[in-house]
């Protein structure tokens, strides 16, 4: 079934990179996206990667996918404070709706 | 500019009362699309509407739920006889026409707070 997977939970200190990984079970995804959400704010549409790529970077965002183990991570360099959000990994399924992984909640200690 | 618009931003209603939530698309945007974001779950899909095609309503959880989308612009959802389960936050996100290179990428509103007492 569809299904799209990523841990809950990540703590890094600032100027540290964060990676925060997402899996997916459909092959024929088409597109992979990585949302933010900051604390009581909607959904900001970060970056997202076409499912011929592998690879994918803007500024301190890079993209990595693994088309083969359904495998798709988000780096964050220098992470700041301002970062802190909770990050969604989302596939889409067809041209008309997402599948949407639980969230990462990302805490940057300073 | 001028973004997805979502109102109320929180209602407040009583179990078993109707409740209406509005969205406003960016202006251009062909697809509207409704999410429901509940405590501790991950976003999920409700409905989509693309120009005049009929809309997917496949997501959507009962027949209490509905929605419309008047003149290809502003959106409604509509929950009849709310229960407390349906206590959530509610997307709504839009995007350029599906045939055009940003098809792909949705931009949300920031979501009206439900709660059902």
């Known amino acids: 079934g569809e299904d799209v997977e990523q841990s809950l939970f990540l703590s890094v200190r600032e100027g540290d990179s964060s990676v925060i990984n997402c899996t997916y079970t459909?092959?024929?995804?088409?597109?992979l996206y990585w949302y933010k959400q900051e604390p009581g704010a909607g959904l900001q549409l970060l970056t997202y990667i076409f499912s011929n790529m592998d690879m994918k970077q803007d500024q301190r965002l890079t993209v990595l996918l693994n088309k083969k183990d359904k495998h798709l991570s988000l780096r964050i360099a220098d992470t700041q404070t301002g970062d802190s959000a909770i990050y969604f990994c989302?596939?889409?399924?067809?041209?008309?709706?997402?599948?949407w992984g639980l969230g990462t909640s990302l805490a940057v200690n300073p | 500019g001028a973004g997805v618009s979502q109102s109320p931003s929180n209602k407040v209603t009583e179990k078993g009362k109707d409740v209406e939530l509005r969205c406003d698309p960016i202006s251009g945007h062909t697809a509207l699309y409704w999410y429901r974001q509940s405590l501790g779950q991950g976003l999920e899909f409700l409905i989509y509407?693309?120009?005049?095609?009929?809309?997917?309503k496949s997501g959507l959880p009962s027949d209490r739920f509905s929605a419309e989308r008047t003149g290809g612009s502003v959106s409604t959802l509509t929950i009849q006889r709310t229960q407390q389960e349906d206590s959530a936050v509610y997307l709504c996100?839009?995007?350029?026409?599906?045939?055009?290179?940003?098809?792909?990428?949705?931009?949300f509103g920031p979501g009206t707070r439900l709660t059902v007492t």
């Open positions: 989302a596939e889409r399924m067809n041209n008309r709706k997402l599948i």
């Open positions: 996100a839009s995007s350029l026409d599906p045939t055009g290179s940003k098809r792909y990428e949705q931009y």
């Open positions: 459909d092959s024929s995804s088409t597109y």
């Open positions: 509407f693309q120009g005049n095609s009929a809309p997917d």
